[in-house]
């Protein structure tokens, strides 16, 4: 009998020796950004792990991108700090109009935050956006405006691989990524206590843009790959940030790539931050699939929209799609 895994399994079975168990899950890329400016041979390689992690996974972690340590313990500080301020202060910036520039909430009038309090608000470019941020406390603008930067720059250095890596180009989309939107959710998680059962801080969701960087204090953060059923967490890796694709990117690339499914579970040990900033085109910029990407085989797979689209649609539409662009969709039933 030829030695291949299926016969030894089987075989096994046969002496009553316990089936195996299931695959051990498969670690998450972690990719080394620095490769990106580096010599063109290391640059080629870096695109295509990029995209092949886009592609198989749906997302992937970097490290060496660039970021300082200090610039990203001092925007989780300034989260932390921030959501330590009396809920009097806090409730300044609580609405339920999702236009507004800066907006903080506690409750799941979004239809998917169970157990989290959180601050959202734009930042790029930071000139237009920052003087609506938050006085107090007072390194916040500072510390957050920073990390948004950076965050920002990695985001276009990201954008730009994935894009010479779908065969598009570099500079495809530049000037409209440059002036894009960049929005920043600061998230706020208890810590989980044994007598409540539910430990969903936020429930299973896409994010509408290309793509989301985010920061976590510590782990918390599960996503589902495409092909799987079951949740891998992802780990917090000092230095690291976590990098997955969104609704807009997955229209792009007319489906090449796949929007992530996501949640965040309460953390057992401590209470939770996490930052994820969120990149896509400006507000009224519609987003459609490449024509380079759509031929006889590859027929458009989706409708263009855009980030007014997607806020014009949400409020009707809560619970709906775990994923926006399943709306998007031209053969949708
Ligand atoms: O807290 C997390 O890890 C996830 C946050 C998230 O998915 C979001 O803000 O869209
Ligand atoms: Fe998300």
Redesign the pocket.
Known sequence: MPAVAGSLYMASQHKGVPPLPPPLPRPLPVINLGRLTMDSASRALAVRDIVLACRERGCFEVVNHGISRSCMNGALEAASEFFQLSTERKEEFASDDIRQPIRYDTSSRDGISMSRSFLKHYANPLDDWIKFWPTQPPTYREKMGEYAVETQRVSMQLMEAILQGLGLGPSYLQEKLEGGVQFV?LNNYPQSSAKKADKIG?AP???YGFL?I?LQSSPGLEVMHHEDDAWTSVPAIPGALHVHVGDHLEVLSNGQLKSLV?RAVLNPNESRISI?S?HGLSMDEEVHCAEELVDEHHPKMYRGSSFQDFLDFLPANMNRYKRYVESLRIDKP
């Open positions: 959710a936020l969701h896409s994010d989301t985010l996501h994820a969120i």
